[in-house]
Nanobody
Framework: QVQLVESGGGLVQAGGSLRLSCAASGSFFSINSMGWYRQAPEKPRELVAGITSGGSTNYADSVKGRFTISRDNAKNTVYLQMNTLKPEDTAVYHC????????????????WGQGTQVSVSS
């Protein structure tokens, strides 16, 4: 019952920039955290960046200093600003949200976006 709509992917030359966005909609009580993961061929899925409702962030070592994650709680949207892109950043990027469905339910659930392709040419 939670949908994550991603946008912003595309093809860019090395050194360029892209900004990804992910908007959550549906029925839920709160979003506990949101993050971006990426999956490249023959590589395991990895966490790129995450952010909590309180604003704490975490980044993969490979993107520190180049990528910035931010969150607009009023819009239930998370962004990933990607600068100085490298060919190694080429992957399908997926948004993930961890949500509490109702106020009285102790369970937390993960929802994933459909993914957006980021391709960086050399």
């Amino acid at each position: 019952q939670v949908q994550l709509v991603e946008s912003g992917g595309g093809l860019v030359q090395a050194g360029g920039s892209l900004r990804l966005s992910c908007a959550a909609s549906g029925s839920f009580f709160s979003i506990n955290s949101m993050g971006w993961y990426r999956q490249a061929p023959e590589k395991p899925r990895e966490l790129v960046a995450g952010i909590t409702s309180g604003g704490s962030t975490n980044y993969a070592d490979s993107v520190k200093g180049r990528f910035t994650i931010s969150r607009d709680n009023a819009k239930n949207t998370v962004y990933l600003q990607m600068n100085t892109l490298k060919p190694e950043d080429t992957a399908v990027y997926h948004c993930k949200a961890i949500v509490t469905v109702t106020q009285t339910s102790p369970g937390k659930y993960q929802y994933w976006g459909q993914g957006t392709q980021v391709s960086v040419s050399s």
